[in-house]
């Protein structure tokens, strides 16, 4: 009985009478998943292999846009623009320079004789994307409602629109092709592990009650303290920090970036993604991100040999009303199921 | 012994339109003070809380908490400053436990930063346990000690009451405003909130403003009275002087047709 005997009050002691202290537990888990994974690509197709990194970082993608809707309470469908940024942007920085100068003449020549590895690139492209959250935020998330909806996605239109007719810096609607492959399974395994991580840390931190709080009852939160136009703000920022790494690590696994490579239908995707997990939900999520991820995946060849093109679009549209009508909170609700919470948080505190 | 006042409103007013809603509230609040604000339907009671926590910005006026002009300002720096409030129609963060809705109240006051949380500092760690048990502490003295674990939007009306004002007491407030809290409870839910009301005052020293209907409530809970009509104040004083109000009588009452007239 967790509730009885408030008493006690047994924290720092690492969960009580756990066989293993929580930060070893998460470790332990991290391992074995690294294991399994090493044990999968050694096997594998690449073709397998890329499917794999696709479905990491789509999971990704659906738990920080969880993190920016679901636990916030707003609606972005920005997630699209962030990571064409974030794609052009490290995809820019990356470049060989001696192709950089025939290809994008309009690169400034800081940037033109610049070779960046992939770290840093990705980096630069998370906080570009971060900046223009910022941007756009300022005015719109002072507002209730959808505004942020509409807002983010005229932001898919004007960012793409930037990619199509920006000749000397993006290629224009060729896009950027030939980008260095320097992603890989283990760095899309790297950044979900991390997503996951700073998602979690959040959610079960007194910043994350604050989020939480502001999707409850947004004059509430206000009246007692939390600043909700910050907290939206943080939740908006980091999402799109997030969004726009996804895209650089994306760019640099494909090799290539057009303007329409995400557009307004990864938008949806990714809503239907957290709808089925359960909107707020980490582990919801990343199922759900899996899960649509294979199915898709499955279903192209019986696209291509029926004709029936657009086909795992209906099914993941069908799937999402399906869910609607039958378990209208997701996969997990707004929660994470009690073992994994139990698992990683270690017992509750009190 | 007198204090500072916590909450000094001089004037207060706010129009919708045309609607003058609230026209010159003022009022005066120390710590020790147990005041009550009535008044009919429509007097414009909420509009005036709404005022005093930054929900509403005045057309007019000004308020200080603690001496500090806070005019204009939004709820959270007042909430900052010292002020919690409940709400009429309770606004619980339904979907969180009681615990955690308690818990977003020491955000205030605890609440680490982004980076602190992320790294997960010492600091990050030691913030989370204070806020966990300060809340654990309000959760008990308020009474609600086996519902902890609870989704806050499943508890009786009663115990939802006692979670908002549990909520309130997290923010470490100097004064406290209370949107009709017995609204909805029955008679011993009621003796159990008026107890509570009294202990906050007393012991805590937080000064209470309560807009309540019950009047038999407010007259023996309340040590000051203010009676707002049509926006208006028309009278303040002790319940005694207050229940003897030739004007307090013609706002719950109204007046015969012909004095009207000829005034």
Redesign the interface.
């Known amino acids: 009985m967790?509730?009885s005997a408030?008493e006690t009050?047994t924290?720092?002691t690492s969960g009580g009478g756990q066989w293993l202290a929580a930060p070893l537990r998460i470790a332990l888990l991290i391992a074995a998943a690294t294991v399994a994974l090493w044990l999968v690509t050694a096997g594998s197709s690449a073709y397998l292999t890329t499917l794999i990194a696709v479905m990491f970082i789509n999971a990704a993608l659906a738990v920080s846009l969880t993190f920016t809707n679901g636990m916030t309470g707003m609606f972005s469908l920005g997630h699209p623009a962030f990571m064409t940024i974030g794609a052009y942007v490290a995809a820019i920085l990356t470049f060989p320079s001696r192709r950089k100068a025939s290809m994008l003449p309009d690169l400034p020549e800081f940037i033109a004789s610049l070779d960046l590895s992939l770290l840093p690139a990705t980096v630069i492209a998370g906080l570009a994307g971060a900046l223009v959250a910022l941007l756009v935020g300022l005015p719109v998330l002072r507002l209730r409602g959808h505004y942020l909806a509409v807002a983010t996605l005229g932001l898919i239109v004007i960012v793409q629109g930037l990619a199509l007719n920006w000749n000397g810096i993006t290629r224009g609607g060729a896009g950027l092709s030939g980008i260095p492959r320097l992603s890989n399974i283990w760095w899309a395994f790297g950044f979900m592990v991390l997503t996951v991580a700073?998602v979690w840390?959040?959610k079960f931190?007194?910043?994350g009650?604050?989020m939480?709080?502001t999707r409850?009852?947004d004059?509430?939160?206000?009246?007692?303290?939390?600043?909700?136009v910050r907290i939206r703000m943080?939740a908006f920022v980091?999402g799109a920090f997030f969004a726009a790494v996804a895209g650089a690590l994306m760019a640099h696994l494909i090799s290539v970036v057009t303007p329409r490579t995400y557009s307004i239908v990864l938008a949806f995707n990714l809503v239907v993604m957290i709808v089925i997990g359960g909107s707020g939900s980490i582990v919801g999520s990343v199922i759900a991100a899996f899960a649509i991820t294979i199915v898709s995946e499955l279903l192209r060849p019986v696209e291509e040999s029926f004709g029936l093109y657009g086909m795992s679009q209906v099914i993941v549209a069908l799937s999402l009303i399906l869910v609607l009508y039958l378990r209208p909170r997701g996969l997990c609700g707004?929660d994470e199921p009690a073992f994994v919470k139990h698992y990683l948080n270690g017992k509750?505190?009190? | 012994m007198t204090h500072e006042p916590i909450i000094e409103a001089k004037g207060l007013s706010i129009r919708f339109g045309g609607l003058v809603a609230v026209d010159s509230y003022s009022l005066v609040l120390r710590s020790e003070d147990l005041a009550g604000l009535i008044g009919p339907n429509g007097a414009g009671k909420t509009t005036a809380f709404n005022l005093l926590?930054g929900?509403h910005k005045p057309s007019e006026g000004a308020i200080l908490i603690g001496g500090q002009d806070m005019t204009g300002q939004?709820?959270?720096k007042l909430?900052?400053a010292g002020l919690?409030?409940t709400?009429q129609n309770i606004?619980?963060?339904?979907?969180?436990t009681v615990?955690?809705n308690v818990?977003?109240?020491?955000?205030?006051?605890?609440?680490?930063s982004?980076f602190s949380?992320?790294a997960?500092l010492p600091a990050?760690?030691r913030?989370?346990?204070q806020?966990?048990?300060e809340a654990?502490k309000i959760i008990?003295e308020v009474g609600l000690?086996?519902a902890?674990?609870r989704r806050a939007g499943d508890l009786s009306y009663g115990d939802q009451r006692r979670v908002e004002i549990a909520?309130?007491l997290?923010?470490q407030p100097k004064a406290l405003l209370l949107d009709e809290p017995a609204a909805g409870l029955n008679p011993s839910e009621t003796q159990a909130l008026v107890e509570l009301i009294r202990r906050i005052n007393g012991e805590m020293g937080i000064g209470v403003l309560v807009v309540e209907h019950d009047m038999r409530l407010v007259m023996s809970l309340c040590r000051r009275i203010q009676v707002l009509n049509r926006g208006k104040l028309v009278c303040e004083g002790a319940p005694a002087e207050v229940q003897a109000d030739p004007a307090v009588i013609e706002a719950y009452l109204g007046t015969r047709r012909q004095r009207a007239a000829h005034a």
């Open positions: 967790s509730k408030p009050i924290m720092g700073a840390r959040i931190s007194s910043l009650r604050a939480m709080a409850e009852n004059l509430a939160a206000e009246c007692t303290g939390i600043d909700t943080l980091i707004s509750k505190h009190l | 926590t929900v939004k709820p959270h909430a900052q919690a409030r709400f606004r619980l963060f339904a979907d969180l615990l955690e818990m977003c109240g020491g955000h205030l006051r605890h609440g680490s982004l949380t992320l997960y990050f760690r913030s989370e346990r806020i966990a048990q654990t008990r000690a086996d902890i674990d909520r309130a997290a923010t």
